[in-house]
């Protein structure tokens, strides 16, 4: 069976001589497909095959065998990431996150703005890494609860928020000063996890740093107890 669709190369492995085993996200699924040839300078499907390129491509879906890359065409490359290396960690970190859980459309998309905001360098490119992150984490059940206090269920009196504990904690409930957030942290966090359909209007109203998405990446590595090598480089270059 041959599908055509548009893919987001997330990464690709060396196989045999000269193939390619491609790790890319669909709008609907995870796929990992050879790519014959790719590694020769020569192949018309190198460019194709990409990490950080936004494809359609054509595949070869075989009952009990690899998919097959047939021929596709470059739709945008963000290649700036690759010179930059807090981006190349962030969007290797998305990536190391993405191959280990499931995704749905609103994933796709919001990897797909990050790459684009990482090639223009915008100045709020960090805000789209945490929106990548956010879906992610909503999509696999592993939000932080964000509604009240996580213990109580009170909504008022909020002031603090705890990984440990799940998400947002009142005064009563939190017993770790170091918990405490200013209410404007709660109000960008509850935003961050609240804002579908209203992306954009997030990005306009709060600045996000690297660090956000650490904070994100520290959540994700708690509750999946999954190790991310690029949060251990970024540890180490801050």
Not at 132 to 145: E, F, R, S
Not at 157 to 163: E, G, P
Request: glycine share 4%; proline share 3%.
């Amino acid at each position: 069976m041959t599908t055509e669709t548009e893919a987001l190369i997330l990464s690709v492995d060396a196989y045999r001589e000269n193939d390619g085993l491609v790790s890319a996200l669909l709008p609907d699924r995870k796929i990992r497909f050879l790519a014959r040839g790719i590694q020769k300078n020569s192949s018309k499907n190198r460019m194709i095959c990409q990490p950080y390129s936004k494809v359609n491509i054509s595949i070869n879906e075989r009952p009990g065998k690899l998919p097959m890359l047939l021929y596709g065409q470059v739709i945008s490359y963000a290649y700036r990431i690759m010179s930059d290396l807090e981006m190349q960690c962030v969007a290797a970190g998305m990536t190391e996150c993405i191959s280990h859980m499931e995704t749905d459309p609103t994933v796709y998309h919001s990897l797909d703005h990050m790459w684009q905001a990482f090639q223009k360098e915008a100045d709020n490119r960090y805000g789209y890494a945490c929106l990548a992150m956010a879906k992610l984490l909503i999509k696999n059940g592993i939000a932080p609860y964000t509604d009240g206090c996580v213990r109580c269920q009170r909504t008022d009196h909020l002031d603090a928020f705890s990984v440990r504990e799940g998400g947002f904690l009142c005064q009563a409930d939190n017993r770790n000063p170091v918990n405490r957030r200013p209410k404007a942290d709660l109000i960008k966090i509850h935003s961050l996890f609240h804002c579908r359909g209203k992306e954009e209007k997030l990005l306009e109203l709060f600045h996000f740093t690297l660090s956000d998405w650490l904070e994100w990446a520290y959540w994700f590595e708690y509750y999946t107890q999954i190790h991310l090598n690029s949060v251990e480089l970024l540890k180490k270059i801050q």
